[in-house]
Structure formats: structure tokens, C-alpha cells
């Protein structure tokens, strides 16, 4: 199926003037002409040489099983190039390496491998490549739960909960910022992607906040940091959650119960800071006119809960295989909404059947879409993997992570964390978690550090990794809208982001927020909230009006926000939320005061200036 995949994705570009738009229409079809039948020719060969392949001639396959398995590599190569570049641009160094590595000097060294041994790794060995597990995930366990996200995408839910939060937004100058933290808390649950998250709630957040009174660069770092969190956020975790189940061991829901709390940490963290800017900004309510709902955005979002509801039960409560719910939730919410759709239609006295058929057309394109590409993107990351695999990366990477070691554990968190951050500068989250796993979970595991902790650590230094500077997909999409400065935005993003800069180091001090699902999550999720909070309003909160209060303030909170994540003493750890908690409700009553006042003088009410006023 993996080359099927790719002939759906080559016959879907051609069909949008897509996949050599310089060339003429006569070449784009021959080129997909020869792409499809080359696709079809390498299916057909390996589901029936494929027992042959795998186990008869393994190690010693025949030179049509090395030429089929080339041309299926030269052709999601190919793909990367169009659609990934720096995927394509670092599995190219990479094979290069794998030949050449007696040019590189030092640890990095080594003899070289035959082009042989790199083609057959990637092409027909199947333990990694592009026939490896990865895309095989793509097409049974996340490829399930991509049925049920084309449901709701199909039938209009994602855009309902976009215009429910659009209505939220109205109510008052606070609730407008906040509704990018809420369209993207809601629709990252589904979607898992950052980028796709700021091009479809930043278009109408964005243009909103700005009017309001937001500076262009912090609308567009506000929706960033929104945006971010649609890759942490359960039950897809931008598909990390399912690479997680793979390389673990573990269950699916194990993962995803796991996730929760961090996700709503950080979209704790980030709502906090957004309502401290918009306090900052003081912003007005522009002249907005809620949207429209009708009749089917209602049943779209009892839908959209759901579908979150149905899946939390089978999988948490029957314990039923993620696989086996995921496709009776897309079964029986399919056939919930095309009823619903159906009577809305007649409702409406509107008998045309293209009417009434568009949304399951739509539910078949957007999954045939998402599914392909996903397929062979994880194609792509099965040769990452072989690669760093063979050439044995990740084992001189755990070399430097010992030494670091040697000198304090610190230092080797430290040296892990830029490893994965230069990584996720050129790389998606998914394959920077991928790389960064394979090299610093061996090194951390000897030194005692908890399993839960390191993938959890590698997962949200991947997140990171589409926000660090330079390059960051997510920003680039909302500097756009904002027609905001691009680096400004990635800077002023970091600075909404500081929840997952704590997450990254809390996880190895307060290590309960992942290793055991439920009541044991309780303490340490509070702590790392609390003293997030803590921190997020010793940057960005005002508590005096004079400089020496001011300051000596925001030290005294910030002080206790680090014992509470940081200390390593429970009993300390805990005392120290008690001023966290009186310093951050000052905080908010100064904040709202502030608000108060700023309306007051809006409507001409002027403060008492003596008694007998």
C-alpha cells in the first residue's frame, strides 16, 4: 500500500496543478503517467514476492527485489523534494554519510558501507526504510483515527467549533485573545498540526486581535503559541503519540491518559499570558459581529465532543484496542452526522442528492489526501531511521551524552536538549523525536532516569523544535496573516511559550506528571502549574507602580515558582505554593483592577476626589 499511497498523491497533484507547475500540461501527465504504473508495478511485486522477500531470500536478495525496492526509495525521495525539503536535504546528507564516512574526522568517523548494503536497507530489508513499520502505522493505527478527523473535517465540525469560539470572543476585550487558546485547544485534539492550526483559527483570531488593539507582532505570536499546542494535545499529539506506542511497547491510551496534563499545562500557561497582554495592550472590543450558528453547528460540536468522549471510554474504561475504537467511532459519528445532514437537507425542502452526498465525497477526499501524504512522510522517516541506525549516530551521541554525564546529569539534559534543538530546526516535530529518542534514550536509561520521563522529554523538545529560531513553520503562517516582521514573531512566540520551556526541564524534577496516569499526576501537575503561572507573571505581570516593589516582588515570586517546579524536597516544593498563590491572586486582582479602570475612564467616570464627592 505504500506505493499506492504514492500514486494517490501523485494523481492528487496532478489534478491541482501541483506537481510540476514550470511544466506543460502533456509532461505533468506523462511524468504521473510513469510515476503511477512504476507505483502499481512495485505493489504488485511485492505482495506477491513478499514472503520471498522477508524470509526465503533474506540477506541475499535478487537484483529485481534491489531494483523494485530502489525505485519505491527514488520515488518518496522524490516526493520529499517537492513536498519536504529538509526531510529530503538531510536523508541525502545522511546516505551520503552512510558511504562516505571515512571523510568525516574524529567520532564521527567511520569505514563506509556499500551503496548495496544502503539501498537494500532502505528499499527491502523492512526493518527500517520505506517498507519499515513506520508507514505501516499510517496505515492501520493512526490511519484510523485519520478516518474519524475526515468525518469531522467532511461535515463542517472543525469550522462550528472555530464559530462558537468566534462567539466566545465577542463578549469582552479578555475573552478575544482567548479565542485563539480555545479554537486551538478544541481543534488541535483532532488535527495535530501546528501549522494547518494557525492557517485555519489564525485567519480569523489574528485579523480580530489586531483590530482590537494587539501590536501585529504579539496577534501573530499569540496564535503561534495557540497554534503550538495543537502538537501536544491528546488524542493525536501530532502523531507522536502513535510513535511513542511504537517504540515503547505500549499501549496507545497509556500514552494519551499520560498527555493530558502536560497539554493542559501549557494551554493553562499560555491563556494566563495571553490574558496578562491583553491587560498590557488594553485592549478595546472592535466592531465585530458575532457569527451566525444554525442548526447543524450544534450537532456538529455535540459530535466533536463525542467523538472525544467515545474514544476516552472504549479505550479507558472497555479497554478496547485504539484500532477497534477509533473505527467505531468513525462508523457510528459517520453515520450520526449524514442523518443529521440529511434531515437538515429535507428540512430545508432541498431534495438535490450532490447536496446531499457532498460531505461524505469530502469525508473520502480529505482522508485519501491526509492519509497518502502521511504514509509517505512516515516512509521518509523509516530511511532516517535506517540510516542513523546503520552508520550507528546515535551511539556516538550517547558517547558525548556519557561524558556530559560524568560532569553532572545537568549537563547531559543540556547537551540532549540542543542535540533535539538543532534537529527541530530543520525538522517537523515527529522525525526530530524520532532521531532525538534514538540517540539519548540508551545514554539516560543507564544513568536511571525513567523511561516516561526521556520520551516525554524528546516529545516536547520536537514541539520546540517548530518554534525555535530560526525556522518555524507555525510562524511563518501567522507572521503572514499579521503581515507582522517573522523573526520578531518567533521571539515574542518564545516568550508565550514559557510553559513547555519549564515542561522540558519540570519533567525530570517533578517526574510523577508522567510516570504513573491519573491520581498520581495531581501534586506534580500542580506544582509545575502553579509555579508556571508563577513565572509567567514575573515576566509579563505588573504589581507596582514603583520599580524597587516591582522588582523586589516579581524576585520573591519568582523564587518560590522555581522551589515549587525545581526543589527536589516535596514538603519545600509544597510550602513554597502558598506564597505562589497569594502573589499570583494579587497579580490577577492588580490586572483586573487595571481593566476596571481603563473602562471607567472609556465611559467618562472619573475617580472620587474627596469625601463630599
Same mark, same amino acid.
Given at each position: 500500500?505504500?506505493?499506492?499511497?504514492?500514486?494517490?498523491?501523485?494523481?492528487?497533484?496532478?489534478?491541482?496543478?501541483?506537481?510540476?507547475?514550470?511544466?506543460?500540461?502533456?509532461?505533468?501527465?506523462?511524468?504521473?503517467?510513469?510515476?503511477?504504473?512504476?507505483?502499481?508495478?512495485?505493489?504488485?511485486?511485492?505482495?506477491?514476492?513478499?514472503? =520471498?522477500?522477508?524470509?526465503?531470500?533474506?540477506?541475499?536478495?535478487?537484483?529485481?527485489?534491489?531494483?523494485?525496492?530502489?525505485?519505491?526509495?527514488?520515488?518518496?525521495?522524490?516526493?520529499?523534494?517537492?513536498?519536504?525539503?529538509?526531510?529530503?536535504?538531510?536523508?541525502?546528507?545522511?546516505?551520503?554519510?552512510?558511504?562516505?564516512?571515512?571523510?568525516?574526522?574524529?567520532?564521527?568517523?567511520?569505514?563506509?558501507?556499500?551503496?548495496?548494503?544502503?539501498?537494500?536497507?532502505?528499499?527491502?530489508?523492512?526493518?527500517?526504510?520505506?517498507?519499515?513499520?513506520?508507514?505501516?502505522?499510517?496505515?492501520?493505527?493512526?490511519?484510523?483515527?485519520?478516518?474519524?478527523?475526515?468525518?469531522?473535517?467532511?461535515?463542517?465540525?472543525?469550522?462550528?467549533?472555530?464559530?462558537?469560539?468566534?462567539?466566545?470572543?465577542?463578549?469582552?476585550?479578555?475573552?478575544?485573545?482567548?479565542?485563539?487558546?480555545?479554537?486551538?485547544?478544541?481543534?488541535?485534539?483532532?488535527?495535530?498540526?501546528?501549522?494547518?492550526?494557525?492557517?485555519?483559527?489564525?485567519?480569523?483570531?489574528?485579523? =480580530?486581535?489586531?483590530?482590537?488593539?494587539?501590536?501585529?507582532?504579539?496577534?501573530?505570536?499569540?496564535?503561534?503559541?495557540?497554534?503550538?499546542?495543537?502538537?501536544?494535545?491528546?488524542?493525536?499529539?501530532?502523531?507522536?503519540?502513535?510513535?511513542?506506542?511504537?517504540?515503547?511497547?505500549?499501549?496507545?491510551?497509556?500514552?494519551?491518559?499520560?498527555?493530558?496534563?502536560?497539554?493542559?499545562?501549557?494551554?493553562?500557561?499560555?491563556?494566563?499570558?495571553?490574558?496578562?497582554?491583553?491587560?498590557?495592550?488594553?485592549?478595546?472590543?472592535?466592531?465585530?459581529?458575532?457569527?451566525?450558528?444554525?442548526?447543524?453547528?450544534?450537532?456538529?460540536?455535540?459530535?466533536?465532543?463525542?467523538?472525544?468522549?467515545?474514544?476516552?471510554?472504549?479505550?479507558?474504561?472497555?479497554?478496547?484496542?485504539?484500532?477497534?475504537?477509533?473505527?467505531?467511532?468513525?462508523?457510528?459519528?459517520?453515520?450520526?452526522?449524514?442523518?443529521?445532514?440529511?434531515?437538515?437537507?429535507?428540512?430545508?425542502?432541498?431534495?438535490?442528492?450532490?447536496?446531499?452526498?457532498?460531505?461524505?465525497?469530502?469525508?473520502?477526499?480529505?482522508?485519501?489526501?491526509?492519509?497518502?501524504?502521511?504514509?509517505?512522510?512516515?516512509?521518509?522517516?523509516?530511511?532516517?531511521?535506517?540510516?542513523?541506525?546503520?552508520?550507528?549516530?546515535?551511539?556516538?551521541?550517547?558517547?558525548?551524552?556519557?561524558?556530559?554525564?560524568?560532569?553532572?546529569?545537568?549537563?547531559?539534559?543540556?547537551?540532549?536538549?540542543?542535540?533535539?534543538?538543532?534537529?527541530?530546526?530543520?525538522?517537523?516535530? =515527529?522525525?526530530?523525536?524520532?532521531?532525538?529518542?534514538?540517540?539519548?534514550?540508551?545514554?539516560?536509561?543507564?544513568?536511571?532516569?525513567?523511561?516516561?520521563?526521556?520520551?516525554?522529554?524528546?516529545?516536547?523538545?520536537?514541539?520546540?523544535?517548530?518554534?525555535?529560531?530560526?525556522?518555524?513553520?507555525?510562524?511563518?503562517?501567522?507572521?503572514?496573516?499579521?503581515?507582522?516582521?517573522?523573526?520578531?514573531?518567533?521571539?515574542?512566540?518564545?516568550?508565550?511559550?514559557?510553559?513547555?520551556?519549564?515542561?522540558?526541564?519540570?519533567?525530570?524534577?517533578?517526574?510523577?506528571?508522567?510516570?504513573? =496516569?491519573?491520581?498520581?499526576?495531581?501534586?506534580?501537575?500542580?506544582?509545575?502549574?502553579?509555579?508556571?503561572?508563577?513565572?509567567?507573571?514575573?515576566?509579563?505581570?505588573?504589581?507596582?507602580?514603583?520599580?524597587?516593589?516591582?522588582?523586589?516582588?516579581?524576585?520573591?515570586?519568582?523564587?518560590?515558582?522555581?522551589?515549587?517546579?525545581?526543589?527536589?524536597?516535596?514538603?519545600?516544593?509544597?510550602?513554597?505554593?502558598?506564597?505562589?498563590?497569594?502573589?499570583?491572586?494579587?497579580?490577577?486582582?492588580?490586572?483586573?483592577?487595571?481593566?476596571?479602570?481603563?473602562?471607567?475612564?472609556?465611559?467618562?467616570?472619573?475617580?472620587?476626589?474627596?469625601?463630599?464627592?
Amino acid at each position: 500500500m505504500v506505493p499506492i499511497a504514492y500514486a494517490v498523491v501523485t494523481l492528487d497533484l496532478l489534478r491541482k496543478n501541483k506537481l510540476y507547475p514550470s511544466l506543460s500540461l502533456v509532461a505533468n501527465y506523462i511524468i504521473a503517467t510513469v510515476y503511477v504504473l512504476l507505483s502499481i508495478s512495485v505493489s504488485l511485486y511485492m505482495l506477491m514476492e513478499f514472503d =520471498a522477500i522477508r524470509y526465503a531470500r533474506l540477506g541475499s536478495w535478487t537484483t529485481t527485489d534491489v531494483v523494485m525496492g530502489s525505485i519505491m526509495i527514488f520515488l518518496v525521495m522524490e516526493y520529499a523534494r517537492k513536498r519536504s525539503f529538509p526531510i529530503f536535504a538531510l536523508n541525502l546528507f545522511l546516505i551520503f554519510y552512510s558511504v562516505y564516512g571515512w571523510i568525516f574526522p574524529g567520532m564521527f568517523h567511520h569505514p563506509g558501507l556499500s551503496w548495496y548494503r544502503v539501498f537494500t536497507s532502505m528499499g527491502v530489508e523492512m526493518a527500517t526504510g520505506v517498507f519499515s513499520q513506520l508507514p505501516q502505522l499510517g496505515l492501520t493505527l493512526i490511519g484510523s483515527f485519520f478516518m474519524v478527523l475526515s468525518v469531522l473535517m467532511g461535515f463542517g465540525c472543525i469550522e462550528s467549533i472555530l464559530k462558537l469560539a468566534s462567539r466566545f470572543a465577542t463578549r469582552s476585550t479578555h475573552a478575544l485573545p482567548q479565542a485563539a487558546v480555545i479554537g486551538s485547544f478544541a481543534v488541535g485534539s483532532v488535527s495535530g498540526s501546528g501549522a494547518a492550526n494557525a492557517a485555519t483559527t489564525g485567519s480569523a483570531t489574528i485579523p =480580530a486581535m489586531i483590530q482590537a488593539g494587539f501590536p501585529k507582532v504579539s496577534a501573530a505570536a499569540v496564535e503561534t503559541a495557540s497554534s503550538l499546542g495543537s502538537q501536544m494535545m491528546p488524542p493525536i499529539m501530532g502523531i507522536t503519540a502513535f510513535l511513542m506506542v511504537e517504540f515503547m511497547g505500549v499501549s496507545y491510551f497509556e500514552v494519551v491518559a499520560r498527555g493530558f496534563a502536560p497539554a493542559l499545562i501549557y494551554f493553562a500557561g499560555v491563556s494566563v499570558s495571553v490574558y496578562l497582554l491583553a491587560s498590557k495592550y488594553k485592549t478595546r472590543m472592535p466592531d465585530l459581529k458575532p457569527p451566525e450558528t444554525v442548526f447543524m453547528d450544534k450537532i456538529n460540536l455535540l459530535a466533536y465532543l463525542s467523538v472525544v468522549g467515545f474514544l476516552v471510554y472504549f479505550m479507558g474504561v472497555l479497554r478496547i484496542a485504539p484500532l477497534v475504537a477509533a473505527i467505531r467511532v468513525f462508523m457510528g459519528i459517520l453515520v450520526f452526522l449524514f442523518l443529521f445532514h440529511v434531515f437538515n437537507s429535507l428540512r430545508k425542502k432541498s431534495y438535490n442528492f450532490k447536496i446531499i452526498v457532498q460531505p461524505v465525497l469530502r469525508v473520502i477526499d480529505t482522508f485519501g489526501e491526509m492519509a497518502s501524504d502521511l504514509v509517505l512522510l512516515l516512509s521518509l522517516l523509516g530511511i532516517l531511521t535506517g540510516t542513523f541506525v546503520i552508520t550507528g549516530i546515535p551511539t556516538k551521541v550517547g558517547l558525548l551524552m556519557m561524558d556530559a554525564a560524568a560532569f553532572h546529569i545537568i549537563a547531559m539534559i543540556v547537551v540532549a536538549f540542543f542535540f533535539g534543538y538543532l534537529i527541530g530546526m530543520g525538522l517537523p516535530p =515527529a522525525p526530530t523525536y524520532i532521531v532525538l529518542v534514538l540517540a539519548i534514550a540508551p545514554p539516560m536509561m543507564r544513568v536511571g532516569i525513567e523511561l516516561w520521563v526521556i520520551h516525554f522529554f524528546a516529545f516536547f523538545v520536537a514541539v520546540f523544535g517548530e518554534l525555535s529560531p530560526p525556522t518555524s513553520v507555525t510562524a511563518a503562517v501567522t507572521s503572514k496573516i499579521a503581515g507582522a516582521n517573522y523573526t520578531r514573531t518567533i521571539f515574542k512566540a518564545l516568550e508565550v511559550c514559557i510553559p513547555l520551556m519549564i515542561l522540558m526541564g519540570a519533567i525530570f524534577t517533578r517526574p510523577g506528571l508522567v510516570l504513573e =496516569a491519573g491520581v498520581g499526576q495531581i501534586v506534580p501537575s500542580i506544582q509545575i502549574l502553579t509555579g508556571t503561572i508563577g513565572i509567567i507573571f514575573s515576566i509579563q505581570g505588573k504589581f507596582s507602580p514603583t520599580w524597587i516593589k516591582e522588582i523586589s516582588l516579581k524576585l520573591v515570586l519568582t523564587s518560590f515558582s522555581m522551589i515549587a517546579i525545581f526543589h527536589p524536597n516535596e514538603y519545600l516544593a509544597n510550602l513554597a505554593l502558598v506564597p505562589c498563590f497569594a502573589l499570583i491572586i494579587y497579580g490577577f486582582v492588580l490586572a483586573k483592577k487595571g481593566e476596571m479602570g481603563k473602562i471607567a475612564g472609556e465611559i467618562g467616570i472619573t475617580a472620587p476626589q474627596t469625601d463630599k464627592n
